[in-house]
């Protein structure tokens, strides 16, 4: 890609980032992920965003954090929407979830959801750490605003969602992965007989087509099982041992595993104790190979069932991007997906990661996470190739990011066969990462 085609989709970039910016009346601020679809403030999305940022904007970058945390409950949980303004585009609002009604844990204000999503904000709180001046005084004086929210993020997960102590975390909702639709989680949600007809109105069907978004099936079961985590108060406690879905994410624990790292590097800049988030990090990696399938690809587990679930999607390669991966593991990984044409007519050495292999009987080109590309998923990849060394196969996957996005536009999906753009356009993550690789050597 030529220094112009850079030039130039950095300044796209972020100029799709001003423009979902919302400012609020407090001074504050956060970043809609897109225009009318999600109106709101999303979790992971926030940390991918405030990376973006700190690239050119720390300030931003900073608020963009701050305005997440307000929404922290005291238990830690950080939810994975927070409500600052209102909005008639988007369902479930806050109405719908009353998490402060609910649950003591959660604030007055701002209003939030009552489940969480997977945590990059500690890595995102030490790239802004690293472009302010390291070792400055006002460097060090955000990783102390910063410190003791992130530590109380993780130990939530580590207190209240590691039911087996092992690092693989449990997550109770489709919404609480990430990646809402994914067939990971056909089969559980198949079997969930739903006797209560909640009666709702879709809104996210009004600014994209329905065939791009998931079924109203499943829109069905993601409403019945939030209703579900609702009348349990949204207590812990309780969906421990009643709620119908409860599965050991190996992509949010991943990614759990990653930030914990980043949490520990900040606690030692502060001279802080790091005893027991080192006996967090020893959990994942004692643990996580018994979440491999004989094809070495890492398995979701459905803990109702105690038993794996053998779909190929991308959350299968996690623990490369949790760096626990020996350098013959890593190739192991990518030569089974090669192998059942994970990535379709190319490999995956040479291409971008679909979110399901093509090969697989529900891979669906255009349909949110049953196939189409993300820009998330490839740069966490990116990212875990970047920290072990794979410099030629890291290299691959950031001219390839790069060349989708300059070409084909910032959009928050695309699919696999001809690269189009699909999902809601000027898609703030994808404009984040942008800015992140653009800025990588
Ligand atoms: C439900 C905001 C969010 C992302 C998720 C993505 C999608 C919401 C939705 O949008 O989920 O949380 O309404 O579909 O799946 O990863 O955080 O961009």
Known sequence: MTEKDQQELLATAQSVLQNNWVELENGTGFSKPATRVYPYQWNWDSGFTAIGYSHFNIERAKQELRSLFSGQWKNGMVPHIIFHTESLDYFPDQSFWQANKRNSSAPEKPQTSGMTQPPVQAIATWRIYQKMREGSQEAEEWLREMYSKLYKQHEYFYTKRDRNKNGIITIYHPWESGMDNSPRWDDILDKIEINTK????????????????????????????????????????????????????????????????????????????????????????????????????????DLRKDQLINVKTAACLAPIIAGVTTASQTEEIFDTLDKSGFCGEKTCHTSLLPSVGAKEDEFSPEAYWRGPIWININWLVWLGLKAAGHDEHANILRHNLLTLLREHGIWEYYSPE???????????WSAALAIDILASE
Do not use: C
């Open 198 to 301: 909640n009666k709702y109105q879709r809104q996210d069907t009004r600014f994209v087509d329905k065939r791009f978004r998931p079924s109203d099936a499943s829109y069905n079961e993601y409403i019945f099982l939030a209703e579900k985590m609702k009348q349990a108060n949204y207590e812990d406690e309780l969906l421990k041992e009643t709620h119908p879905f409860a599965v050991e994410d190996v992509l949010l624990s991943s990614i759990l595993h990653l930030a914990t790292g980043y949490l520990e590097k900040i606690a030692m800049v502060l001279g802080e104790n790091t005893v027991e988030i080192k006996q967090w990090l020893e959990r994942l990696p004692a643990n996580i190979f018994r979440n491999q399938g004989e094809d070495r690809l890492f398995y979701d587990k």
């Open 418 to 428: 001809d690269l189009s753009g699909i999902g809601a356009n000027r898609f703030t």
